[in-house]
C-alpha cells in the first residue's frame, strides 16, 4: 500500500524594501525579547526628511540632492486576499493587481506562525548602522515603545527564517540589501495589524504560499523619486543623528531575480538598502 505523504502546512513570503532595519541580537547592554524579531519601518516623512537634509548640508555646506518623503506600505495581490476587515486599502491597476495598505504607527505580527525557532542567522551581510559610524550612541527609545512620530511600523517574528540578498538589475553593478522571511502557518496565513498602544486589531487572511512585500521607499503617488542619500535616513533610528553618516555599500550574495515589490517599480541601487542594528 503505498503511503500518502502528509500535507504541507501553508506557508507566507515577506519581503522587506527600502527603509527597514532589523533589530539584531547582542551582547551588551539591555535585553529585550523584540531583539532578534523585529524589523522597523522608520517614519521618513517630511520632518525626518529635512532634518537629515540640514544635516548632509551643513557637511557639503552648500546644497544636496533632495530626499524625497517616504511612505510604509504592505502590498499584497488582489487574489490573494482572502479577508481584509476595515483597513483602508487602495488597488494598484493593471494585469497583477495589488493592493496597498499605509502603514502609520502599527505593529504586524503573523500569530499563526508555526515550526522551528525563529532563524536569523541569514542576515549576517546586512550592513550594521552603528559599524558604519563608530560612537553612533544609543538607539531611540521609540524603537521599543512605537512612537509614531519616529516610527511608522514594527514587523514582529514568531517562527520561520530571515534571510538577506543584494538584488543587482542585469547590467548593473550593484544593488539594494533586501530581507526575506519565510515561514508556515497553522491554517491561511493571517498578517495582523495592531495600531501602537491599542489591543484593536485587524485580521488580514491570505491565499497559502502568498508572497507579499513590506516597503519603506519614496511616495510614489506623488512621484517621488530615489536618491543617492535616502539610505541616511536610516540613521534616524539614533537616539541622537550623527554629524557625519556613511553611505551603503551591501555586501550580501547577489541575485539577480527580482524578489516581489508590490507591483512598483524597483528603486534598485544601494540608498535603498535594508540594515540592521547593531
Given at each position: 500500500?503505498?503511503?500518502?505523504?502528509?500535507?504541507?502546512?501553508?506557508?507566507?513570503?515577506?519581503?522587506?524594501?527600502?527603509?527597514?532595519?532589523?533589530?539584531?541580537?547582542?551582547?551588551?547592554?539591555i535585553q529585550?525579547?523584540?531583539?532578534?524579531?523585529?524589523?522597523?519601518?522608520?517614519?521618513?516623512?517630511?520632518?525626518?526628511?529635512?532634518?537629515?537634509?540640514?544635516?548632509?548640508?551643513?557637511?557639503?555646506?552648500?546644497?544636496?540632492?533632495?530626499?524625497?518623503?517616504?511612505?510604509?506600505?504592505?502590498?499584497?495581490r488582489n487574489?490573494?486576499?482572502?479577508?481584509?476587515?476595515?483597513?483602508?486599502?487602495?488597488?494598484?491597476?493593471?494585469?497583477?493587481?495589488?493592493?496597498?495598505?499605509?502603514?502609520?504607527?502599527?505593529?504586524?505580527?503573523?500569530?499563526?506562525?508555526?515550526?522551528?525557532?525563529?532563524?536569523?542567522?541569514?542576515?549576517?551581510?546586512?550592513?550594521?548602522?552603528?559599524?558604519?559610524?563608530?560612537?553612533?550612541?544609543?538607539?531611540?527609545?521609540?524603537?521599543?515603545?512605537?512612537?509614531?512620530?519616529?516610527?511608522?511600523?514594527?514587523?514582529?517574528?514568531?517562527?520561520?527564517?530571515?534571510?538577506?540578498?543584494?538584488?543587482?538589475?542585469?547590467?548593473?553593478?550593484?544593488?539594494?540589501?533586501?530581507?526575506?522571511?519565510?515561514?508556515?502557518?497553522?491554517?491561511?496565513?493571517?498578517?495582523?495589524?495592531?495600531?501602537?498602544?491599542?489591543?484593536?486589531?485587524?485580521?488580514?487572511?491570505?491565499?497559502?504560499?502568498?508572497?507579499?512585500?513590506?516597503?519603506?521607499?519614496?511616495?510614489?503617488?506623488?512621484?517621488?523619486?530615489d536618491a543617492?542619500?535616502?539610505?541616511?535616513?536610516?540613521?534616524?533610528?539614533?537616539?541622537?543623528?550623527?554629524?557625519?553618516?556613511?553611505?551603503?555599500?551591501?555586501?550580501?550574495?547577489?541575485?539577480?531575480?527580482?524578489?516581489?515589490?508590490?507591483?512598483?517599480?524597483?528603486?534598485?541601487?544601494?540608498?535603498?538598502?535594508?540594515?540592521?542594528?547593531?
Open positions: 500500500m503505498t503511503k500518502v505523504p502528509p500535507p504541507v502546512p501553508p506557508s507566507i513570503t515577506v519581503t522587506f524594501w527600502g527603509i527597514c532595519i532589523f533589530l539584531r541580537k547582542h551582547k551588551q547592554g529585550l525579547p523584540i531583539y532578534g524579531r523585529r524589523m522597523v519601518m522608520l517614519n521618513a516623512g517630511p520632518s525626518g526628511c529635512a532634518e537629515v537634509q540640514k544635516v548632509l548640508e551643513n557637511k557639503a555646506h552648500g546644497p544636496v540632492e533632495t530626499i524625497d518623503p517616504h511612505q510604509a506600505q504592505l502590498h499584497i487574489e490573494d486576499l482572502l479577508q481584509i476587515g476595515d483597513l483602508p486599502v487602495k488597488s494598484l491597476a493593471g494585469p497583477n493587481k495589488w493592493a496597498m495598505f499605509h502603514l502609520d504607527g502599527v505593529r504586524l505580527t503573523i500569530p499563526n506562525s508555526i515550526g522551528e525557532e525563529f532563524d536569523s542567522t541569514g542576515t549576517r551581510c546586512l550592513q550594521s548602522l552603528p559599524g558604519l559610524v563608530p560612537n553612533l550612541g544609543a538607539m531611540s527609545p521609540a524603537a521599543v515603545v512605537g512612537e509614531p512620530s519616529v516610527v511608522s511600523a514594527f514587523f514582529d517574528f514568531k517562527s520561520g527564517t530571515l534571510s538577506s540578498v543584494q538584488y543587482v538589475k542585469k547590467g548593473k553593478k550593484d544593488g539594494p540589501a533586501v530581507t526575506v522571511h519565510e515561514t508556515r502557518t497553522e491554517g491561511d496565513p493571517e498578517i495582523h495589524v495592531t495600531p501602537f498602544g491599542t489591543c484593536a486589531t485587524t485580521v488580514i487572511r491570505i491565499r497559502p504560499g502568498a508572497s507579499v512585500a513590506v516597503t519603506n521607499e519614496p511616495d510614489y503617488d506623488n512621484k517621488y523619486a543617492p542619500d535616502d539610505f541616511m535616513l536610516n540613521y534616524l533610528l539614533a537616539a541622537s543623528y550623527p554629524a557625519n553618516p556613511q553611505h551603503a555599500s551591501p555586501t550580501c550574495q547577489e541575485t539577480h531575480k527580482q524578489p516581489d515589490h508590490g507591483g512598483h517599480p524597483v528603486f534598485a541601487t544601494p540608498a535603498c538598502s535594508n540594515t540592521g542594528w547593531p
